[in-house]
């Protein structure tokens, strides 16, 4: 079966980076792509950015150009996403969810990680 | 970018009874491929969101057949026939028809 696991929550100081990790298992990693959403205390979901995991390719929301980096290890089936110059703005739960194959970055399937609690203190 | 925009942005329904929710799109999110690339997500409390439909009707393995979605282009609704006291939770729209992809600001259901 699809699993996501995530590593385990963080408390970050301003101005640090933080690295999140999402480990795939029970299907071919690099057909699907993986994207990154985010969830501050309170507020909606905003999507950060997915991964082409077979070539590597990225794209990012404009907000979080220049921030984020998102990387994928295909030895080890895992997606990373790297946040940097951490603001007390960017405390929220990180959820890594599987997208489509293809052409397509999101797919209507239901493969959630299980979020990871980034805390940013000043 | 894709706005969405869902109203209302709150709901309270008693149980039984039904209800509906909006989602708006800036731009239509019918593509070239001759799909709609809109889905439905409900979130309850400490857990990550749910699918509920996607492709704007389509009810994803397990979901209630009391959830029904439907629209085109830039207009849906979500409904669900009779409110149950588990539907308790927030309902995000979202589009994948072009990067980047954009949630709605979400609309919280809660039971009378």
């Known amino acids: 079966q699809v699993q996501l696991v995530q590593s385990g929550a963080e408390v970050k100081k301003a101005g640090a980076s933080v690295k999140v990790s999402c480990k795939a298992s029970g299907y071919n990693f690099t057909d699907y792509y993986m994207n990154w959403v985010r969830q501050a205390p309170g507020q909606g979901l905003e999507w950060m950015g997915v991964i082409h995991t077979s070539g590597g390719g990225t794209s990012y929301a404009r907000k979080f150009q220049g921030r984020v980096t998102m990387t994928r290890d295909t030895s080890t089936n895992t997606v990373y996403m790297e946040l940097s110059s951490l603001r007390s703005e960017d405390t929220a739960v990180y959820y890594c969810a599987r997208g489509g194959f293809g052409n397509a970055f999101w797919s209507g399937e239901d493969y959630w990680g299980q979020g990871t609690l980034i805390t940013v203190s000043s | 970018d894709i706005v969405m925009t869902q109203t209302p942005l709150s709901l309270s329904v008693t149980p039984g009874q039904p209800a509906s929710m909006s989602c708006k799109s800036s731009q239509s999110l019918l593509h070239s491929d001759g799909k709609t690339y809109l889905y439905w997500y409900v979130q309850k409390a400490g857990q990550p969101p749910q699918l509920l439909i996607y492709?704007?009707?389509n009810r994803f393995s397990g979901v209630p057949e009391r959830f029904s979605g439907s629209g085109s282009g830039t207009d849906f609704t979500l409904k669900i026939s009779r409110v149950e006291a588990e539907d308790v939770g927030v309902y995000y729209c979202m589009q994948s028809r072009q990067l980047p992809g954009t949630f709605g600001q979400g609309t919280k259901l809660e039971i009378k």
């Open positions: 492709e704007v009707s």
